[in-house]
DNA sequence: ATCGTTGCAAACTCTTTGCAGGATT
DNA sequence: AATCCTGCAAAGAGTTTGCAACGAT
């Protein structure tokens, strides 16, 4: 039998830095978003270190991606019901929302099969809409 | 008063050999699909030539762009009715579905407002399901 | 002392732009 | 002939990788 060595979890300065930011954020967040949340903690942080930091947390099952239409990948904390997103046509900030939208059937061409979905909602935030 | 000088519509022979990539692919189109759709048309056909000539048909309202989630952009024959798409998880073409789904209510925080929505779904298609 | 991490810079990919030559009117 | 377009190559933007120095054990 072959024993897996099991990671050590290491937590840099860097890294707690970063976890910090999207639990502050409390949404999904970008790279340049990442950077810039989690260098108020870490000032000196490099973007390549929050590039290797994403994926080491989405690897690790801590964060999980989010892809946007024409947009930077989002990154958020793992493990949440499914749900949705809202993205802002000014700031262009992504928002969770709760939940999913009600059954429906949608008609495929013959052939295809579907094995899941994605949806989202565009308009203006709180911030953006006053 | 001023006139607005009526833009001459130029064809040449690449802008129809793209033009020809759409109509015969019947879905969306990636630049990398038009440029290899096109070329069957005009193999000197460069992909400078092909971005520049996507982009003035998107202005002339011949094209609109398709916005996919993780995924370079697609364009589509403009002027359709309103309608979703699906997305191959393995060869990952886009094709178009008919309608909409039916009818929903999403939750929105308060203070947002929604002005539009995507839906996307995923699977295999006929071609990569057998 | 060892081994993984960081930060800079270079490499890569996708897209846009500059420019000299070519095509169209 | 004048103008617009093409194709190459260089420039940008976002992301990934190589590597020497740093940090933690």
Chains 1, 2 share one sequence.
Not at 59 to 75: H, K, T
Not at 88 to 110: A, D, H, T, W
Request: glycine share 6%; net charge positive.
């Amino acid at each position: 039998m072959f024993s897996i060595p099991m990671e050590r979890q290491i937590n840099t300065r860097q890294k707690t830095a970063i976890r910090d930011a999207f639990v502050e954020a409390d949404r999904p967040l970008s790279p340049d978003e990442v950077l810039a949340g989690a260098q108020r903690h870490h000032p000196t942080l490099g973007k390549a270190t929050v590039y290797r930091n994403i994926q080491s947390l989405v690897d690790e099952g801590w964060l999980q991606a989010v892809e946007v239409p024409g947009d930077s990948p989002r990154y958020e904390v793992a493990g949440k019901e499914h749900h949705h997103h809202f993205q802002c046509n000014r700031c262009k900030k992504l928002y969770e929302l709760q939940g999913c939208i009600p059954s429906f059937k949608m008609k495929v061409p013959r052939g295809f099969r579907t094995t899941g979905h994605e949806f989202f909602l565009y308009g203006l935030c709180s911030q953006c809409n006053h």
